[in-house]
Every structure is written in C-alpha cells, then in structure tokens.
C-alpha cells in the first residue's frame, strides 16, 4: 500500500518557468490538499479538495493551480514559478467518513527552489 | 479564524528527562485537534488526536496530550524522552471536521542531547 505519492521529490526552476507537482493516493480518499512548509512558519494550505471536480483555495493560493479529475490524483501547477515559491510542497489525503477515522496522511514532500 | 501557536519554537532536553510542548488554539466552535512529528527530511506522522470524549489521549511512541477546552491548549507531553525522539513537532486544527483543511501551528524543534 503506496499511501501519498509526490513525485518529483526535488525540482529545480528558473523564474518564470512553469511546472506540475504531481500527487497521487490509493486510499480512495475523498479530501487531497496541498500544503507548503517555510522555515519558522508552520505548513500552509494552498488549495484543497473535498471530492473528484470540487476544488478550493486555502491560506496561500496565488500563483498556483489545481484541478482534481480523478479521486487518486490531485496536482498542483505552478504557472510562473517565482522566488517566493522557494519551498517544501506537501500533499495530504483523509478520508471523510466516520469522525473516528479522522487523519490526514502525508506524502514525503517535493523540495523546489526557484533560482 | 481558527489559529494554532506553539509557544516554543526550540526545546532542548536531556536523554531521558520528561519534555512538555505547548500548543493553543483559537477558535469559536467545536475542534479536532492533532500532533504530528516530522523526522528530518521526511513527511509528517501522526502522534495522536482529539476528536471527542477523554481529555486525555495516548499516542505513539509513549507521547500523549490533554485536551483542556477553557485554556484552548493541547499540550503534548512525554515523560522520558530518546535521542530518537529529536525531529520538529506540529500541532494543527479543524473545526469543521474536514481534515483537507488543517491549520498548522508554527512547529516547536525538539533536540534530546546526550
């Protein structure tokens, strides 16, 4: 059982470039987020999703994208890759059943630095 | 708005000594609560969760935490810690149940010296 898959686990970008982080779960779990983690600074939720075709924004959306057209996949497009996008990327995905099953489970992180 | 702070951004302890990290959150309805701990260089795990009932909840590798409703805290508590246990810990929130939406504290650093 693979759980959260990110791939790629480090990327290097050029301003201005675009690119896609890719994430998949085979939990059949119905939530998937994207979450980024700075130094001093906690993790962050970018955008999230509570099913196939439902996306929404989070804490820090700009200049990112996503879509979710299939319930194992979710990814994040980056569409003009800046400085400030210089992180650790994380996708999570929980189930949304019963309340006793409430947990989030994490991929192990993309590292991008944008130069 | 939901917020989370953890009080202490380092805390360095002896092998074997007892460690208390500190967690508050603000929110004005009911919460699920969560610690996670991230080894160096890996994604997050859960330790453990509140969700409903006991204060007091057990999680793994001998960690636990009280949930106290009228000072907002969720501190995490282990009474004798390992080298092993050196990595950064998170304590996170949500109000609504939906766990797609987690608001992280800060992190507090553990580092367990010899």
């Known amino acids: 059982n693979a759980g959260v898959t990110q791939t790629p686990k480090f990327q290097v970008l050029k301003t201005g470039q675009s690119m896609t982080l890719q994430c998949a779960q085979d939990?059949?779990?119905?939530?998937m987020s994207w979450y980024r983690q700075d130094p001093g600074m906690g993790l962050r939720l970018i955008h999230y999703s509570v099913g196939a075709g439902i996306t929404d924004q989070g804490e820090v959306p700009n200049g990112y994208n996503v879509s979710r057209s299939t319930t194992e996949d979710f990814p994040l497009r980056l569409l003009s890759a800046a400085p400030s996008q210089t992180s650790v990327y994380f996708c999570?995905?929980?189930?949304?059943?019963?309340?006793?099953?409430?947990?989030?489970?994490f991929g192990q992180g993309t590292r991008l630095t944008v130069v | 708005a939901q917020s989370v702070t953890q009080l202490d951004s380092q805390v360095p302890v002896f092998e074997e000594a007892p460690v208390e990290l500190r967690c508050n959150y603000s929110?004005?309805?009911?919460?699920?609560l969560f610690w996670y701990v991230q080894y160096p260089n890996q994604g997050l795990q859960l330790l453990l969760k509140y969700l409903s009932g006991s204060t007091l909840v057990k999680g793994i590798n001998g960690f636990e935490a009280e949930f106290n409703k009228s000072q907002t805290s969720f501190h995490l508590r282990k009474p004798s810690v390992h080298i092993s246990d050196t990595a950064e810990y998170f304590c996170a929130v949500t109000s609504s149940g939906n766990t797609g939406k987690l608001i992280f504290g800060q992190g507090t650093t553990l580092q367990v010296k010899p």
């Open positions: 939990m059949n779990h119905e939530y």
């Open positions: 999570a995905s929980s189930y949304s059943g019963q309340v006793v099953n409430t947990e989030a489970f």
């Open positions: 929110s004005s309805v009911s919460v699920y």
